[in-house]
């Protein structure tokens, strides 16, 4: 199917056509389209041409106004204060608009992007033999939202989980594991829950002895120098933390209604062999220099309290490497082994400032270029509904699975007291649509660098900026569907459309830009804003036009198309965030 051109493009072209007819000496123009509240569109281009040109905007305007002959897409076109355009489009345009993006099937109407290529995108990053707090929330939310979204969009996008799977405290573990035998139970026997169990049990016994233990210390750190150099039963028992710790990720991964695919976990370790040859890389090209015993690159511009530089240690004095080297070699890696041309990072914003010498770093080497970029998607903090950091009454981090587990239980209450003819079981399965939903969006709805407050509270409301409110906008839309009997949703592009419906047409036929910014910049949130709005759009729209109540048969098949198509919309945006959209609730 040919690609479905957006009324906003169609207009922008009728009026750029008449700009270049008008004004030949200008060239391609640009008219400075927008949405208006004053017509459905407002052009502000003219002013600054015309001021360019020493011309009188209003004259140019119009000229411009005399030049478009498209009675089939504009209703109307005014010229207004100095040379602004205020342009109404046809009520048959907007159906006629509406019904290619209905025929597009799951894409309606959404285009692919231009330049399409490979992203590697490192998020939901949980660390090996610990539990996930919710801390490890918004890296796991947000980069599945950006995968799903560039996928859609035409990229070829590639999972990182960067686990934390390597380093000083897994000489303890072993240690203890070897010395007090049978700890663990095989991987394929455990869920997820027993799982962390078992891990939390040995690192609580193995940090005790270890704290209260020179000896044991001693062996311990000898014990990591086993486990660098590769000794068979070390790497056996640091498997079996690794394989014990993905039956827990899982789970909760589970519960968070993601899919993490096991080839995509590439952690610390997995970069090991290939540290010291990207220190000597760095090195040899002058890079990164010796300073005071350690491998270390320096940058201008970035100093510390004293005034000094801050470099970034590749290596320390003692021969060891740290995050840097770990995090070169995986640049490293993705860019010559995964041939990406976008690296897209999830991590806290706290750890800004390290990605900024990290890629520079790259950049000096040739790694990162104008062909390979990569980009640093630093996340704010979760906050109490205080807006405090998150903790527990104790003063603890708060344990990922019990907060996920108490959305899905207040989402529960919510979805009984307005259930009709559930049953418990199906209770419960929206409960967690809805509850997880709730949480993801809260997420989601908010700039990724901000922080934002996590209040079970208002994230399970049916009323504001919520996820359940657009569910809840989704199953009233297939609940009047299935009330509609013969009647079927069908465009009808000769009625006249009433207010509301004309402005629940305009927002539906922006959802193609709107996937298409969000996933360029980034930026979930921009998508999360206009499905909110489209479900507002929708609920005016419900209230002011009967559907299956409307005057002819025809009304009532055009009204169940807008509805159809509106839910088609909903359903399709909440699953580019990793939301899903009950059928009833």
């Given at each position: 199917?040919?690609?479905?051109?957006?009324?906003?493009?169609?207009?922008?072209?009728?009026?750029?056509?008449?700009?270049?007819?008008?004004?030949?000496?200008?060239?391609?123009?640009?008219?400075?389209?927008?949405?208006?509240?004053?017509?459905?569109?407002?052009?502000?281009?003219?002013?600054?041409?015309?001021?360019?040109?020493?011309?009188?905007?209003?004259?140019?305007?119009?000229?411009?106004?005399?030049?478009?002959?498209?009675?089939?897409?504009?209703?109307?076109?005014?010229?207004?204060?100095?040379?602004?355009?205020?342009?109404?489009?046809?009520?048959?345009?907007?159906?006629?608009?509406?019904?290619?993006?209905?025929?597009?099937?799951?894409?309606?109407?959404?285009?692919?992007?231009?330049?399409?290529?490979?992203?590697?995108?490192?998020?939901?990053?949980?660390?090996?033999?610990?539990?996930?707090?919710?801390?490890?929330?918004?890296?796991?939310?947000?980069?599945?939202?950006?995968?799903?979204?560039?996928?859609?969009?035409?990229?070829?996008?590639?999972?990182?989980?960067?686990?934390?799977?390597?380093?000083?405290?897994?000489?303890?573990?072993?240690?203890?594991?070897?010395?007090?035998?049978?700890?663990?139970?095989?991987?394929?026997?455990?869920?997820?829950?027993?799982?962390?169990?078992?891990?939390?049990?040995?690192?609580?016994?193995?940090?005790?002895?270890?704290?209260?233990?020179?000896?044991?210390?001693?062996?311990?750190?000898?014990?990591?120098?086993?486990?660098?150099?590769?000794?068979?039963?070390?790497?056996?028992?640091?498997?079996?933390?690794?394989?014990?710790?993905?039956?827990?990720?899982?789970?909760?991964?589970?519960?968070?209604?993601?899919?993490?695919?096991?080839?995509?976990?590439?952690?610390?370790?997995?970069?090991?062999?290939?540290?010291?040859?990207?220190?000597?890389?760095?090195?040899?090209?002058?890079?990164?220099?010796?300073?005071?015993?350690?491998?270390?690159?320096?940058?201008?511009?970035?100093?510390?309290?004293?005034?000094?530089?801050?470099?970034?240690?590749?290596?320390?004095?003692?021969?060891?490497?740290?995050?840097?080297?770990?995090?070169?070699?995986?640049?490293?890696?993705?860019?010559?082994?995964?041939?990406?041309?976008?690296?897209?990072?999830?991590?806290?914003?706290?750890?800004?400032?390290?990605?900024?010498?990290?890629?520079?770093?790259?950049?000096?080497?040739?790694?990162?270029?104008?062909?390979?970029?990569?980009?640093?998607?630093?996340?704010?903090?979760?906050?109490?509904?205080?807006?405090?950091?998150?903790?527990?009454?104790?003063?603890?981090?708060?344990?990922?699975?019990?907060?996920?587990?108490?959305?899905?239980?207040?989402?529960?209450?919510?979805?009984?007291?307005?259930?009709?003819?559930?049953?418990?079981?199906?209770?419960?399965?929206?409960?967690?649509?809805?509850?997880?939903?709730?949480?993801?969006?809260?997420?989601?709805?908010?700039?990724?660098?901000?922080?934002?407050?996590?209040?079970?509270?208002?994230?399970?409301?049916?009323?504001?900026?919520?996820?359940?409110?657009?569910?809840?906008?989704?199953?009233?839309?297939?609940?009047?569907?299935?009330?509609?009997?013969?009647?079927?949703?069908?465009?009808?592009?000769?009625?006249?459309?009433?207010?509301?419906?004309?402005?629940?047409?305009?927002?539906?036929?922006?959802?193609?830009?709107?996937?298409?910014?969000?996933?360029?910049?980034?930026?979930?949130?921009?998508?999360?804003?206009?499905?909110?709005?489209?479900?507002?759009?929708?609920?005016?729209?419900?209230?002011?036009?009967?559907?299956?109540?409307?005057?002819?048969?025809?009304q009532i098949e055009n009204r169940l198309f807008l509805c159809d198509i509106t839910a088609r919309t909903l359903h399709r945006g909440m699953a580019l965030l990793g939301i899903r959209t009950p059928e009833r609730l």
């Amino acid at each position: 199917m040919a690609p479905v051109t957006s009324l906003t493009a169609s207009v922008h072209q009728r009026l750029a056509d008449a700009l270049s007819a008008a004004l030949p000496e200008a060239g391609a123009a640009d008219p400075l389209l927008r949405r208006s509240d004053r017509a459905d569109f407002q052009a502000n281009g003219i002013l600054a041409l015309a001021k360019k040109l020493k011309g009188n905007p209003r004259e140019l305007a119009t000229q411009v106004v005399a030049g478009i002959t498209a009675p089939d897409l504009v209703e109307d076109i005014e010229v207004s204060g100095p040379g602004f355009l205020n342009i109404t489009v046809t009520d048959e345009a907007i159906t006629k608009n509406l019904a290619a993006r209905a025929a597009d099937g799951e894409r309606l109407g959404v285009p692919y992007a231009e330049n399409r290529g490979t992203t590697v995108i490192d998020y939901a990053q949980p660390n090996v033999a610990k539990e996930m707090h919710v801390g490890h929330l918004r890296s796991a939310v947000i980069g599945d939202a950006l995968r799903h979204m560039l996928d859609f969009t035409g990229e070829k996008t590639i999972g990182r989980h960067h686990i934390g799977d390597w380093g000083t405290q897994f000489g303890m573990l072993i240690q203890y594991l070897i010395e007090n035998p049978g700890q663990l139970a095989p991987a394929d026997e455990v869920d997820g829950e027993q799982a962390m169990s078992n891990l939390n049990r040995v690192y609580k016994a193995s940090r005790a002895v270890f704290d209260a233990d020179e000896a044991f210390k001693e062996r311990a750190r000898k014990r990591v120098v086993a486990l660098q150099s590769g000794d068979e039963e070390t790497l056996d028992l640091w498997q079996r933390f690794v394989d014990e710790s993905k039956v827990y990720f899982y789970s909760v991964f589970e519960k968070l209604d993601m899919e993490i695919r096991d080839e995509e976990i590439v952690g610390e370790s997995a970069y090991n062999d290939m540290m010291a040859e990207t220190a000597r890389l760095l090195e040899e090209s002058g890079v990164a220099v010796r300073s005071e015993g350690a491998l270390v690159v320096f940058f201008d511009d970035i100093k510390g309290k004293d005034d000094k530089p801050v470099p970034l240690i590749v290596q320390k004095a003692d021969g060891g490497f740290g995050y840097a080297a770990s995090d070169l070699s995986a640049i490293r890696d993705r860019v010559v082994g995964l041939h990406a041309t976008t690296l897209l990072y999830v991590v806290d914003v706290r750890q800004s400032l390290h990605f900024k010498m990290v890629f520079e770093a790259a950049r000096r080497m040739g790694w990162l270029n104008d062909e390979v970029t990569a980009h640093n998607m630093g996340y704010g903090t979760v906050l109490g509904a205080d807006g405090k950091p998150f903790k527990t009454r104790e003063g603890e981090t708060v344990r990922l699975e019990d907060l996920l587990d108490e959305a899905v239980q207040r989402a529960a209450e919510v979805v009984r007291e307005k259930a009709r003819d559930l049953t418990e079981e199906e209770i419960q399965e929206r409960a967690f649509q809805v509850g997880i939903g709730a949480v993801k969006y809260a997420d989601l709805s908010t700039s990724a660098s901000r922080d934002y407050k996590f209040d079970l509270d208002q994230m399970v409301s049916l009323n504001g900026d919520t996820s359940v409110y657009l569910q809840y906008a989704y199953a009233r839309i297939q609940s009047i569907l299935r009330k509609a009997g013969e009647a079927r949703p069908a465009a009808h592009p000769e009625l006249a459309l009433d207010a509301a419906e004309r402005a629940l047409g305009l927002h539906l036929d922006a959802f193609g830009a709107t996937v298409t910014e969000a996933a360029g910049e980034y930026a979930p949130h921009k998508l999360a804003a206009y499905l909110y709005q489209l479900a507002s759009l929708y609920t005016s729209f419900y209230d002011k036009c009967p559907v299956l109540k409307a005057d002819t048969p025809a009304q009532i098949e055009n009204r169940l198309f807008l509805c159809d198509i509106t839910a088609r919309t909903l359903h399709r945006g909440m699953a580019l965030l990793g939301i899903r959209t009950p059928e009833r609730l």
